[in-house]
């Protein structure tokens, strides 16, 4: 079986979130089990520097208006395919200029990714390599299934994953010709969205299979809060949004062989001590504070609900707890949280950035992470901490719902919680997740088995690759009848 795979982050290539976490590590897990995948990426930078001198195979004069050159090479165990248009992709922010405003020229740069995997689905690269399946991510990736549609190309079979519903891709309608959209697909029934062009809409429609990032957001999908605008689209397919849980790459994120930390497992603790000591030295925090150092790994956005955090702050400090933070985005979160650390040097600590290695201290070395998100549609960051013995309080929405075990009455008498959960979107619910932390961790050794049971939980890619490797299986012989 032969999958290509296309999106517009991968790890360790290009990521601004945990889209990349996910085309970086579950080809890998395909190709365990016998699939035959290519991943096509945007030739951004960091994409580029790993095909360098590489020839091309495949190639055309004008993809809307820039010639395109696709380049192959093995990088990290994933069989890269980069595409080379420097004209619209040889910048360093993917969707954004410097100043957070969207390229205006996006649409023709996520058109000709999309054209391009089309094209390579319909007649194959020059090296005879062709695929059954085209796995496509997000909006980014919505017009494949458009295009291949509008060529009438009938033996390929298409899926796209939603990891985010709220990026749609949408611009002005009177693009549709320069974009080479069918005409007659411009109804509500289309890729129309409120007189607008809506690509992830398109793939919605055009896709043989629709799937997303967990069970439980794949319900969410249907309503009204959770579908923006799409939810009528999904309910209306034959076969609505399949949930397939995300895993993550255990052997990128194994705190028993973790340069960045000092390593430990669940077996042996001490280093996990270590790191803990690293990280509140890392934070200039005094560690004097008798309550659980809580982290947060974020992108600074309103779907984080980390507000919902600031708001919380002055009660957890009462209580002898501390804080580390660290992310990017929304100017004004970023400044409340650096006037936060600023009033509590001992107690706050933020670092506004990217940084992969502290991302890693931070699993390690807090005792819990905070997850207070207003919609998850899989999120990673809770299951990192899980692997790193960080006990995830987590807001019981999308993944977060389906991936922790709330240390309820039940899951402590049978022994099984694994974490934190509480209604999404509320300050008091938060709140009281966060007394209920103090309280166990209180509690030493109820503390180290809710760590234990953390740190075995399955989190891997092997079951869910499993689930896909059946679901291209199905879809195929559907496809092809
Ligand atoms: P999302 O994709 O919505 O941002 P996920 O939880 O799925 O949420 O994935 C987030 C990924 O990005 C995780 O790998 C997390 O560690 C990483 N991440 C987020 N913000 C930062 C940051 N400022 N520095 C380093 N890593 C970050
Ligand atoms: C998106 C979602 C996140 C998910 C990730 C990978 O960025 O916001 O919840 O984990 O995609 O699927």
């Given amino acids: 079986m032969r999958v290509l795979f296309v999106a517009s982050e991968c790890v360790p290539l290009v990521k601004t979130g945990g889209l990349a976490d996910v085309v970086g590590a579950l080809p890998k897990a395909l190709a365990a089990k016998g699939v035959d995948v290519r991943v096509l990426l945007p030739g951004y930078p960091g994409v580029m520097a790993r095909v360098d001198g590489k020839k091309g195979v495949w190639q055309a004069e004008d993809v809307f208006g820039k010639r395109a050159v696709v380049r192959r090479a093995a990088v990290d165990g994933l069989d890269l395919l980069a595409l080379d248009m420097p004209d619209y992709f040889d910048r360093d922010g993917l969707y954004v200029t410097d100043e957070g405003a969207d390229w205006p020229d996006n649409p023709f740069r996520f058109a000709s990714l999309s054209w391009v995997a089309a094209e390579i689905a319909r007649d194959g690269l020059t090296d005879g390599w062709r695929p059954d399946i085209v796995h496509a991510h997000d909006w980014q990736t919505g017009l494949i299934a458009l295009y291949l549609g509008a060529w009438g190309v009938g033996d390929v079979a298409t899926i796209l994953t939603i990891h985010n519903i709220s990026y749609q891709g949408l611009c002005d309608a009177t693009l549709r010709r320069a974009l080479k959209l069918p005409e007659r697909g411009f109804t509500s029934q289309g890729y129309e969205f409120y007189g607008r062009i809506n690509f992830l809409k398109a793939g919605l429609i055009h896709s043989d299979v629709v799937t997303t990032v967990s069970p439980t957001y794949a319900r969410e999908l249907e309503s009204p809060e959770f579908g923006c605008g799409l939810e009528g689209v999904l309910a209306a397919r034959q076969e609505r949004a399949i949930g397939i849980l995300n895993g993550i790459d255990t052997e990128l994120w194994d705190p028993a062989r973790d340069a960045a930390i000092e390593t430990f497992s669940v077996q042996s ?42 708001g919380v702050l002055p009660e957890m400090l009462r209580a002898d707890g501390s804080l580390v933070l660290l992310g990017s985005g929304d100017r004004r979160l970023e400044e409340a949280f650096a006037g936060a650390a600023r009033d509590h040097a001992d107690a706050v600590g933020v670092r506004i950035g990217y940084d992969e290695t502290l991302a890693h201290r931070i699993y390690a070395g807090s005792d819990a992470i905070l997850v207070p998100s207003r919609f998850e549609p899989c999120g990673l960051t809770q299951m ?73 939980h399955p989190v891997g890619w092997n079951g869910p690759a499993e689930r896909y490797v059946d679901l291209y299986a199905e879809t195929l012989a559907t496809r092809r009848g």
């Fill in 269 to 310: 603790l001490s280093g996990r001590r270590a790191s803990r000591k690293a990280l509140l030295k890392a934070f200039a925090l005094d560690g004097k504070r008798s309550g659980p150092l809580f982290g947060v790994v974020s992108r600074l956005t309103d779907q984080k609900g980390l507000d919902l955090l600031l």
């Fill in 384 to 456: 990192y901490a899980m692997r790193y013995g960080a006990l995830p309080v987590v807001a019981r929405t999308g993944g977060l719902a389906d991936t922790i075990i709330d240390a309820n009455a039940a899951a402590l008498g049978a022994g099984v919680a694994t974490g934190f959960q509480f209604d999404p979107g509320s300050r008091e619910a938060l709140s009281n997740a966060i007394a209920k932390t103090f309280a166990v961790f209180g509690e030493t050794s109820l503390w180290r088995k809710l760590q234990r049971n953390a740190m075995k």
